[in-house]
């Protein structure tokens, strides 16, 4: 596979409207067999520790597929009704090192839920591993802008 800016992009592009339409399975799909999703409780930086201190999400693949299946199940109350969203993916870098693609770029995400509006914002640094019919995620932290601050209802996917 050629890496390309183009391709990179039409990843990235991809995620976003699978996490947007709630397309759950999809998104699982993306990941690698063996992975990391993290959303860290600093989000300023990513020199967090995530097994020193608290995260507000941590997750292996075991506990992604959970995540998934909850979020998919009756038993998500706080996806009743489920978080109408729309993010915008801009500023995306990237290099490949190692044999991975390591992505910088940041997001925008309106969700509504119940008649109310949150504004998302912050980075996403992915790293995907190149495979024949594009990539693989091997890893994804998001950096919250709002990340140190109260967080009413986060059980969607970032």
Not at 88 to 91: A, K, Q, R, T, Y
Not at 109 to 112: G, I, K, R, V
């Given at each position: 596979m050629?890496?390309?800016r183009e391709a990179v992009e039409a990843f990235l592009f991809h995620e976003a409207d699978l996490l947007d339409d709630m397309d759950a399975e999809a998104w699982l799909a993306l990941w690698a067999p063996e992975c990391c999703y993290w959303v860290p409780c600093n989000g300023r930086d990513d020199s967090t520790d995530p097994q020193r201190?608290?995260?507000?999400?941590y997750d292996d693949r075991a506990r992604?597929?959970?995540?998934?299946?909850?979020?998919m199940s009756s038993a998500a109350h706080s996806q009743r009704p489920r978080s109408r969203m729309r993010r915008?993916?801009?500023?995306i870098r990237y290099e490949v090192r190692e044999g991975e693609v390591h992505t910088r770029s940041n997001f925008l995400?309106?969700?509504?839920r119940r008649g109310r509006q949150e504004i998302w914002s912050g980075v996403s640094q992915h790293r995907?591993?190149?495979a024949s019919d594009g990539f693989q995620i091997r890893a994804k932290t998001v950096l919250l802008t709002q990340s140190d601050e109260a967080i009413d209802n986060l059980t969607f996917l970032l």
């Open positions: 050629t890496i390309t201190q608290v995260s507000i999400i992604l597929e959970d995540r998934i299946y909850r979020l915008v993916v801009g500023n995400l309106a969700e509504l995907l591993l190149p």
